[in-house]
Protein backbone atom coordinates (compact mmCIF):
# COMPACT_ATOMS: atom_id res chain seq x y z
CA UNK A 1 0.00 0.00 0.00
CA UNK A 2 1.40 3.11 -1.20
CA UNK A 3 0.93 5.70 1.94
CA UNK A 4 2.40 8.38 0.33
CA UNK A 5 5.10 10.78 2.45
CA UNK A 6 2.67 13.72 2.50
CA UNK A 7 -0.59 13.77 5.35
CA UNK A 8 -3.76 13.92 3.70
CA UNK A 9 -6.67 16.25 5.47
CA UNK A 10 -7.99 13.01 6.76
CA UNK A 11 -4.67 13.25 8.77
CA UNK A 12 -4.87 16.27 10.39
CA UNK A 13 -6.16 17.05 13.70
CA UNK A 14 -9.79 18.63 13.53
CA UNK A 15 -8.34 22.41 14.72
CA UNK A 16 -5.95 22.45 11.40
CA UNK A 17 -7.67 20.40 8.96
CA UNK A 18 -10.57 23.11 9.66
CA UNK A 19 -8.56 26.22 9.57
CA UNK A 20 -6.51 24.60 6.13
CA UNK A 21 -10.25 24.06 4.35
CA UNK A 22 -11.12 27.53 5.01
CA UNK A 23 -7.89 29.11 3.96
CA UNK A 24 -8.46 26.48 0.89
CA UNK A 25 -11.92 27.90 0.04
CA UNK A 26 -11.22 31.77 0.33
CA UNK A 27 -7.81 31.31 -2.08
CA UNK A 28 -9.61 28.84 -4.31
CA UNK A 29 -13.34 29.30 -4.09
CA UNK A 30 -16.35 27.24 -2.36
CA UNK A 31 -15.87 23.77 -1.16
CA UNK A 32 -17.73 20.80 -1.07
CA UNK A 33 -16.94 17.33 1.27
CA UNK A 34 -16.90 13.84 -1.12
CA UNK A 35 -16.41 10.21 0.39
CA UNK A 36 -12.50 9.63 1.44
CA UNK A 37 -10.56 6.88 0.90
CA UNK A 38 -9.72 4.08 3.76
CA UNK A 39 -7.52 1.56 3.97
CA UNK A 40 -8.77 -1.94 4.07
CA UNK A 41 -6.51 -5.10 4.18
CA UNK A 42 -3.69 -3.19 2.67
CA UNK A 43 -5.28 -1.44 0.01
CA UNK A 44 -7.26 1.72 -0.46
CA UNK A 45 -10.74 1.67 -0.74
CA UNK A 46 -13.79 4.13 -1.09
CA UNK A 47 -15.38 5.00 2.78
CA UNK A 48 -18.82 3.98 0.53
CA UNK A 49 -18.32 0.74 0.15
CA UNK A 50 -19.25 0.82 -3.24
CA UNK A 51 -17.30 -1.05 -5.67
CA UNK A 52 -18.61 0.45 -8.25
CA UNK A 53 -18.05 4.52 -7.36
CA UNK A 54 -15.69 6.89 -8.35
CA UNK A 55 -13.73 6.23 -5.42
CA UNK A 56 -12.56 9.52 -2.95
CA UNK A 57 -14.27 11.66 -5.53
CA UNK A 58 -18.59 11.48 -5.46
CA UNK A 59 -20.02 14.30 -3.51
CA UNK A 60 -21.09 13.28 0.14
CA UNK A 61 -23.84 16.20 0.09
CA UNK A 62 -26.47 16.40 -2.18
CA UNK A 63 -27.19 19.45 -4.42
CA UNK A 64 -23.63 20.32 -4.24
CA UNK A 65 -23.30 23.06 -7.24
CA UNK A 66 -25.93 25.08 -5.20
CA UNK A 67 -24.67 24.29 -1.99
CA UNK A 68 -20.56 23.90 -1.86
CA UNK A 69 -19.87 27.31 0.22
CA UNK A 70 -16.80 29.41 1.61
CA UNK A 71 -18.97 30.01 4.85
CA UNK A 72 -16.63 29.06 7.41
CA UNK A 73 -19.26 27.71 9.74
CA UNK A 74 -20.83 25.24 7.59
CA UNK A 75 -17.28 24.02 6.43
CA UNK A 76 -16.30 23.62 10.15
CA UNK A 77 -19.64 21.48 10.75
CA UNK A 78 -18.79 19.07 7.61
CA UNK A 79 -15.29 18.98 9.13
CA UNK A 80 -16.64 17.49 12.17
CA UNK A 81 -19.17 15.50 10.62
CA UNK A 82 -17.05 13.61 8.87
CA UNK A 83 -13.39 13.53 9.44
CA UNK A 84 -12.28 10.60 6.75
CA UNK A 85 -13.68 12.91 3.69
CA UNK A 86 -11.73 14.20 0.96
CA UNK A 87 -12.74 17.37 -0.42
CA UNK A 88 -13.14 19.30 -3.25
CA UNK A 89 -13.35 22.63 -5.40
CA UNK A 90 -16.27 24.20 -7.16
CA UNK A 91 -14.61 25.99 -9.76
CA UNK A 92 -16.47 29.06 -10.09
CA UNK A 93 -13.47 30.93 -8.86
CA UNK A 94 -10.58 28.94 -10.91
CA UNK A 95 -10.48 27.39 -14.31
CA UNK A 96 -8.33 24.20 -13.73
CA UNK A 97 -6.91 22.29 -16.35
CA UNK A 98 -6.35 19.14 -16.06
CA UNK A 99 -3.09 16.71 -17.17
CA UNK A 100 -3.96 12.70 -16.79
CA UNK A 101 -1.23 10.20 -16.85
CA UNK A 102 -3.02 6.95 -16.98
CA UNK A 103 -1.18 3.92 -18.51
CA UNK A 104 -2.89 2.66 -22.02
CA UNK A 105 -4.66 5.96 -22.26
CA UNK A 106 -3.26 9.73 -23.79
CA UNK A 107 -1.14 11.47 -21.94
CA UNK A 108 -1.94 14.76 -21.14
CA UNK A 109 1.54 15.88 -19.95
CA UNK A 110 2.91 15.18 -23.81
CA UNK A 111 -0.05 16.63 -25.80
CA UNK A 112 0.70 19.98 -23.23
CA UNK A 113 4.24 19.75 -24.32
CA UNK A 114 3.89 19.21 -28.03
CA UNK A 115 1.24 22.16 -27.96
CA UNK A 116 3.92 24.48 -26.56
CA UNK A 117 6.90 22.70 -28.83
CA UNK A 118 4.41 23.72 -32.09
CA UNK A 119 3.29 26.77 -31.29
CA UNK A 120 6.72 28.00 -29.26
CA UNK A 121 4.52 29.43 -26.03
CA UNK A 122 5.40 27.83 -22.81
CA UNK A 123 2.38 27.42 -19.94
CA UNK A 124 2.68 30.49 -17.28
CA UNK A 125 3.60 29.34 -13.80
CA UNK A 126 0.25 29.29 -12.14
CA UNK A 127 -0.67 27.26 -9.42
CA UNK A 128 0.11 23.23 -9.99
CA UNK A 129 -1.22 20.35 -8.04
CA UNK A 130 -0.18 16.47 -8.57
CA UNK A 131 -2.84 14.56 -8.59
CA UNK A 132 -3.05 10.51 -8.18
CA UNK A 133 -2.33 10.09 -12.09
CA UNK A 134 -0.64 13.53 -13.66
CA UNK A 135 -0.96 17.27 -13.35
CA UNK A 136 -3.43 19.70 -12.76
CA UNK A 137 -3.27 23.82 -13.26
CA UNK A 138 -5.28 26.07 -11.93
CA UNK A 139 -6.22 29.71 -13.75
CA UNK A 140 -8.17 32.43 -13.29
CA UNK A 141 -11.93 32.02 -14.52
CA UNK A 142 -12.78 32.41 -17.69
CA UNK A 143 -12.41 31.00 -21.51
CA UNK A 144 -13.02 27.75 -20.92
CA UNK A 145 -15.45 25.15 -19.96
CA UNK A 146 -16.22 21.78 -18.17
CA UNK A 147 -15.09 19.00 -20.43
CA UNK A 148 -14.22 15.41 -19.69
CA UNK A 149 -11.09 14.93 -22.46
CA UNK A 150 -13.74 13.53 -24.86
CA UNK A 151 -11.19 13.93 -27.90
CA UNK A 152 -8.80 11.68 -26.63
CA UNK A 153 -6.06 14.53 -25.96
CA UNK A 154 -5.56 13.38 -22.24
CA UNK A 155 -6.44 16.62 -21.34
CA UNK A 156 -9.74 17.25 -19.34
CA UNK A 157 -11.32 20.92 -17.93
CA UNK A 158 -13.29 21.91 -15.02
CA UNK A 159 -14.84 25.22 -14.62
CA UNK A 160 -18.06 26.13 -13.53
CA UNK A 161 -20.67 23.58 -12.76
CA UNK A 162 -17.48 21.04 -11.83
CA UNK A 163 -15.43 20.51 -9.71
CA UNK A 164 -11.68 19.70 -8.85
CA UNK A 165 -10.34 17.52 -5.54
CA UNK A 166 -8.59 19.81 -3.48
CA UNK A 167 -5.11 19.27 -2.44
CA UNK A 168 -4.82 17.44 0.52
CA UNK A 169 -7.09 14.63 -0.83
CA UNK A 170 -5.82 11.37 -1.34
CA UNK A 171 -6.48 9.43 -4.15
CA UNK A 172 -7.66 5.69 -4.48
CA UNK A 173 -3.87 4.71 -4.93
CA UNK A 174 -2.99 5.82 -2.06
CA UNK A 175 -1.20 9.43 -3.57
CA UNK A 176 -1.95 12.82 -1.91
CA UNK A 177 -3.16 15.94 -4.31
CA UNK A 178 -0.40 18.14 -3.59
CA UNK A 179 0.58 21.71 -4.46
CA UNK A 180 3.63 21.47 -6.43
CA UNK A 181 4.05 25.06 -8.01
CA UNK A 182 2.45 27.59 -5.26
CA UNK A 183 2.10 30.38 -7.42
CA UNK A 184 -0.48 33.14 -7.97
CA UNK A 185 -3.23 32.23 -10.27
CA UNK A 186 -2.70 33.69 -14.14
CA UNK A 187 -5.11 33.97 -16.89
CA UNK A 188 -5.08 30.66 -19.29
CA UNK A 189 -3.19 31.82 -22.45
CA UNK A 190 -5.41 32.70 -25.40
CA UNK A 191 -3.22 29.95 -27.16
CA UNK A 192 -4.09 27.07 -24.61
CA UNK A 193 -7.99 28.33 -24.73
CA UNK A 194 -7.93 27.64 -28.63
CA UNK A 195 -6.01 24.33 -28.25
CA UNK A 196 -8.52 23.18 -25.62
CA UNK A 197 -11.99 24.67 -27.34
CA UNK A 198 -11.18 25.67 -30.62
CA UNK A 199 -12.94 22.92 -33.56
CA UNK A 200 -11.50 22.71 -36.70
CA UNK A 201 -12.53 25.31 -39.18
CA UNK A 202 -14.81 23.25 -41.72
CA UNK A 203 -13.95 24.24 -45.11
CA UNK A 204 -15.40 22.99 -48.10
CA UNK A 205 -13.70 22.92 -51.69
CA UNK A 206 -10.54 24.24 -50.79
CA UNK A 207 -8.13 21.91 -52.85
CA UNK A 208 -4.54 20.57 -50.78
CA UNK A 209 -1.31 22.53 -51.44
CA UNK A 210 1.66 21.39 -50.62
CA UNK A 211 2.49 25.00 -49.67
CA UNK A 212 2.24 26.86 -46.23
CA UNK A 213 -1.16 28.22 -46.03
CA UNK A 214 -2.58 30.17 -43.42
CA UNK A 215 -6.08 29.67 -41.68
CA UNK A 216 -8.04 31.95 -39.53
CA UNK A 217 -8.46 29.55 -36.29
CA UNK A 218 -6.19 27.16 -37.48
CA UNK A 219 -3.71 25.99 -34.80
CA UNK A 220 -0.26 24.60 -35.51
CA UNK A 221 0.64 21.47 -34.50
CA UNK A 222 4.59 20.65 -35.66
CA UNK A 223 7.11 22.29 -37.77
CA UNK A 224 8.30 19.40 -39.40
CA UNK A 225 7.79 19.04 -42.88
CA UNK A 226 7.59 21.80 -45.50
CA UNK A 227 4.69 23.15 -44.79
CA UNK A 228 5.13 23.06 -41.02
CA UNK A 229 1.28 24.03 -40.69
CA UNK A 230 -0.85 21.74 -39.02
CA UNK A 231 -4.77 21.42 -39.49
CA UNK A 232 -7.52 19.59 -40.58
CA UNK A 233 -8.96 20.16 -44.28
CA UNK A 234 -12.29 17.94 -44.56
CA UNK A 235 -11.77 17.95 -48.41
CA UNK A 236 -8.11 17.25 -47.71
CA UNK A 237 -6.68 15.21 -51.10
CA UNK A 238 -3.69 13.33 -51.54
CA UNK A 239 -1.33 14.42 -54.24
CA UNK A 240 -0.15 12.25 -57.29
CA UNK A 241 3.24 11.08 -55.20
CA UNK A 242 1.22 10.77 -52.14
CA UNK A 243 -1.42 8.55 -53.60
CA UNK A 244 1.20 6.40 -55.41
CA UNK A 245 3.13 5.92 -52.31
CA UNK A 246 -0.02 4.58 -50.61
CA UNK A 247 -0.41 2.08 -53.04
CA UNK A 248 3.51 1.17 -52.94
CA UNK A 249 2.97 0.32 -49.21
CA UNK A 250 -0.03 -1.29 -49.35
CA UNK A 251 1.75 -3.55 -52.24
CA UNK A 252 4.60 -4.30 -50.17
CA UNK A 253 3.49 -4.35 -46.44
CA UNK A 254 0.63 -6.93 -45.41
CA UNK A 255 0.07 -5.11 -42.50
CA UNK A 256 -0.04 -1.74 -43.65
CA UNK A 257 -2.59 -2.72 -46.44
CA UNK A 258 -4.81 -4.25 -43.86
CA UNK A 259 -4.90 -1.03 -41.88
CA UNK A 260 -5.55 0.72 -45.13
CA UNK A 261 -8.34 -2.23 -45.82
CA UNK A 262 -9.88 -1.24 -42.51
CA UNK A 263 -10.06 -4.84 -42.18
CA UNK A 264 -7.57 -6.34 -38.89
CA UNK A 265 -10.40 -8.18 -37.43
CA UNK A 266 -8.86 -11.67 -37.75
CA UNK A 267 -5.08 -10.99 -38.73
CA UNK A 268 -2.91 -8.27 -37.64
CA UNK A 269 -5.79 -7.89 -34.57
CA UNK A 270 -5.05 -4.99 -32.50
CA UNK A 271 -4.24 -5.34 -28.99
CA UNK A 272 -7.35 -6.40 -26.46
CA UNK A 273 -9.16 -7.55 -29.93
CA UNK A 274 -10.28 -2.88 -30.64
CA UNK A 275 -11.06 -2.61 -33.95
CA UNK A 276 -12.25 1.13 -33.95
CA UNK A 277 -10.89 4.14 -35.63
CA UNK A 278 -8.77 5.46 -33.27
CA UNK A 279 -6.89 2.19 -33.54
CA UNK A 280 -6.48 2.75 -37.30
CA UNK A 281 -5.77 6.20 -37.50
CA UNK A 282 -2.86 5.23 -34.72
CA UNK A 283 -1.66 2.75 -37.19
CA UNK A 284 -1.45 4.62 -40.32
CA UNK A 285 -0.01 7.65 -38.10
CA UNK A 286 3.03 5.30 -37.38
CA UNK A 287 3.45 3.93 -40.71
CA UNK A 288 3.38 7.09 -42.54
CA UNK A 289 6.11 8.67 -40.17
CA UNK A 290 8.18 5.85 -40.75
CA UNK A 291 7.89 6.33 -44.27
CA UNK A 292 8.89 10.31 -43.46
CA UNK A 293 5.58 12.04 -44.13
CA UNK A 294 4.99 15.41 -42.02
CA UNK A 295 2.31 15.57 -39.62
CA UNK A 296 0.09 17.69 -42.26
CA UNK A 297 0.66 14.93 -44.83
CA UNK A 298 -0.36 12.26 -42.09
CA UNK A 299 -3.57 14.08 -41.13
CA UNK A 300 -4.40 15.02 -44.52
CA UNK A 301 -4.09 11.06 -45.39
CA UNK A 302 -6.12 10.17 -42.48
CA UNK A 303 -8.70 12.79 -44.10
CA UNK A 304 -8.95 10.71 -46.79
CA UNK A 305 -8.95 7.72 -45.34
CA UNK A 306 -12.15 8.21 -43.43
CA UNK A 307 -13.50 9.38 -46.60
CA UNK A 308 -13.08 6.36 -48.55
CA UNK A 309 -14.75 4.07 -45.66
CA UNK A 310 -17.32 6.82 -45.60
CA UNK A 311 -16.77 7.66 -41.66
CA UNK A 312 -17.66 11.38 -40.43
CA UNK A 313 -15.03 13.95 -41.59
CA UNK A 314 -12.43 14.93 -38.57
CA UNK A 315 -13.65 17.96 -36.34
CA UNK A 316 -11.16 18.59 -33.63
CA UNK A 317 -7.57 19.24 -33.79
CA UNK A 318 -6.55 18.10 -30.08
CA UNK A 319 -8.07 14.59 -30.75
CA UNK A 320 -4.93 13.92 -33.76
CA UNK A 321 -2.67 16.23 -31.94
CA UNK A 322 -2.41 13.13 -29.76
CA UNK A 323 -2.56 10.56 -32.33
CA UNK A 324 0.20 12.18 -34.81
CA UNK A 325 1.77 13.73 -31.87
CA UNK A 326 3.21 10.01 -30.45
CA UNK A 327 3.93 9.07 -34.08
CA UNK A 328 6.05 12.33 -34.63
CA UNK A 329 7.69 11.43 -31.00
CA UNK A 330 8.35 7.80 -31.38
CA UNK A 331 8.79 6.93 -34.49
CA UNK A 332 12.63 6.93 -36.61
CA UNK A 333 12.03 7.99 -39.54
CA UNK A 334 13.11 5.00 -42.19
CA UNK A 335 11.32 5.36 -45.63
CA UNK A 336 10.60 2.53 -47.49
CA UNK A 337 13.09 2.08 -50.75
CA UNK A 338 11.28 1.09 -53.67
CA UNK A 339 13.36 -0.46 -56.22
CA UNK A 340 12.65 -0.71 -59.89
CA UNK A 341 13.31 -4.06 -61.71
CA UNK A 342 15.65 -3.67 -64.17
CA UNK A 343 14.91 -4.90 -67.93
CA UNK A 344 18.17 -6.80 -69.52
CA UNK A 345 18.48 -5.39 -73.19
CA UNK A 346 20.86 -6.46 -75.49
CA UNK A 347 24.50 -5.60 -76.05
CA UNK A 348 24.62 -2.43 -77.53
CA UNK A 349 21.32 -1.61 -77.52
CA UNK A 350 20.57 1.94 -76.31
CA UNK A 351 19.40 3.08 -73.32
CA UNK A 352 17.07 5.27 -74.47
CA UNK A 353 15.43 2.67 -76.53
CA UNK A 354 13.95 0.94 -73.42
CA UNK A 355 11.30 3.77 -73.55
CA UNK A 356 10.47 3.30 -77.11
CA UNK A 357 9.79 -0.13 -76.57
CA UNK A 358 6.61 1.58 -74.50
CA UNK A 359 3.84 2.14 -77.26
CA UNK A 360 3.32 6.14 -76.60
CA UNK A 361 4.84 6.61 -73.43
CA UNK A 362 4.81 10.11 -72.29
CA UNK A 363 8.69 11.59 -71.62
CA UNK A 364 7.04 14.99 -70.80
CA UNK A 365 6.15 16.79 -68.04
CA UNK A 366 3.48 18.05 -69.93
CA UNK A 367 2.50 14.85 -71.57
CA UNK A 368 1.72 13.35 -68.31
CA UNK A 369 -0.33 16.28 -67.28
CA UNK A 370 -2.47 16.00 -70.17
CA UNK A 371 -2.57 12.30 -70.79
CA UNK A 372 -3.51 11.48 -67.33
CA UNK A 373 -5.20 14.75 -66.12
CA UNK A 374 -2.53 14.97 -63.33
CA UNK A 375 -1.60 18.30 -61.71
CA UNK A 376 1.32 19.58 -63.01
CA UNK A 377 2.96 21.00 -59.96
CA UNK A 378 2.97 17.47 -58.49
CA UNK A 379 4.18 15.79 -61.51
CA UNK A 380 7.21 18.22 -61.89
CA UNK A 381 8.14 17.59 -57.90
CA UNK A 382 7.58 13.92 -58.44
CA UNK A 383 9.68 13.52 -61.75
CA UNK A 384 12.27 16.24 -59.90
CA UNK A 385 12.76 13.73 -56.88
CA UNK A 386 13.24 10.58 -59.45
CA UNK A 387 15.86 12.53 -61.22
CA UNK A 388 18.12 13.72 -58.85
CA UNK A 389 17.73 10.71 -56.56
CA UNK A 390 15.62 12.77 -53.60
CA UNK A 391 14.24 11.04 -50.68
CA UNK A 392 10.66 11.73 -49.32
Avoid at 21 to 27: D, G, H
Avoid at 319 to 340: C, D, F, H, Q, W
Wanted: glycine letters at 8%.
Amino acid sequence: MNSNARLSLADLSLPRRRSTLIAMAERFGPILPTYGVVAVDGNWMCECGEASCKAGKHPRIKSWVTRATKDTRQIADWAMRWPLANWAIHCTEINVVDLDRKPGKPDGVITLACWEDALGVTTPDSVRVTTGTGIQIYFQPGGLKTTSNSDGTGIDVRAKGGYCMCPGSRHVNGNVYQIDIDEGLEPCPEWLIKSLTVPAPQEVGHEWSSAPSTKRNSIPYSKIGEGGAFWLDPAAKLNAWEVLRIEQLCQRKPKFAATWAMDRRNQFQFRGGRNSSSEYESAIAFYLRRDGWSAQQIMDAITVWRREHDLPAPKYHSRYRATIGKAVSLVTVNPMVVKEPKRAWKDEEPEAGLLDDLPGAPKRPREIVEEFGLDAAAVRTAMTRRAYGSRF
